[in-house]
């Protein structure tokens, strides 16, 4: 229906109050989703924020390289959120 025609009087006409079952059932549903939308939001914009440092390595015979420094916190915000992620498939 378009915003136009959204009126409390064509609200009425519908009746949805005989289907208040179903209606509250797809409320909920929604809200769940619109939760779980908000959660995969917030995870991803810590992801696109997360700094990884790089330090330069020398091995013993004299080539070098590059690996990772310290992932101590980003380990724990990778189990923060995998924890998160699996609370809210759980909650589906």
């Not at 509250?24 to 440092?53: N, P, Y």
């Not at 013993?60 to 923060?80: A, K, T």
């Amino acid at each position: 229906m378009s915003p136009d025609r959204f009126t409390l009087e064509n609200l009425f006409d519908m009746q949805l109050h005989r289907y208040q079952n179903i209606v509250e059932q797809i409320i909920v549903q929604a809200v769940k989703e619109l939760e779980t939308e908000r959660g995969v939001k917030k995870i991803d914009d810590v992801w696109k924020g997360m700094q990884f440092s790089v330090m330069k390595h020398v091995k013993r015979n004299g080539d070098s390289c590059f690996i990772m420094g310290p992932v101590d916190d980003i380990l724990v915000v990778l189990d923060d959120n995998s924890l998160t992620l699996q609370c809210m498939a759980a909650s589906q």
